[in-house]
């Protein structure tokens, strides 16, 4: 009998540490709204790699979750995810529907409309980010005043993976 609990406490211990090392370096998310569709929809449920940015910082094309300055209706801190388009240091132009990086113009295959509004012209500064949304027309992102560039203290995590809906499930790019 004494082998036995030995072994359940075991199991136990095992469990909790198990989750814990999972929550601490993973957290799963799902994603609420339209701004980056096509690459992601509502509902698709992601998992975040939190882990990831402990250790440094986003880099260009990253699908990051961070903390905004909006709150939800329960008064909460709103997440948003959106794409890294630009990290400390560049030059970001966006004029005429275009995207510039460092006077180079950006190619995204991965946004349904070519045409980016907005009249930006900023270099990033040291640890802040620039973001938007694939669904240039439907993402409040760093083009509006409202959220602004991104501090890397609020960003959580990398988005790396769509468990959910199953017949999209993969690794996100």
Known sequence: MDNEMIEWAKTIIISLVIAL?????????????????????ENDFLIINRFLYKR??????DIVVFKSN???EMGKQK???KRVIAVPGDKIVITEGDIYINDN??????????????????TVP??????????RGNSLDSRDGILGLVDFNTVI????VRIFPFS???LLK
Do not use: Q, W
Request: proline share 4%.
């Open 21 to 41: 090392l999972i929550t601490t370096f993973i957290k799963p998310t799902i994603v609420k709204n339209y701004s980056m569709s096509p690459t992601l929809e």
């Open 56 to 61: 440094g910082e986003p880099h260009r094309g």
């Open 70 to 72: 909006l709150r939800t």
């Open 79 to 81: 997440l948003l995810i």
């Open 105 to 122: 113009k950006l190619e995204e295959s991965y946004v349904a409309d070519r045409y980016t509004m907005g009249d930006v012209d900023l």
């Open 126 to 135: 040291e640890n802040e980010i620039f973001v938007m949304g694939d669904n």
């Open 157 to 160: 995590g990398k988005a790396f």
């Open 168 to 170: 999209r499930i993969g």
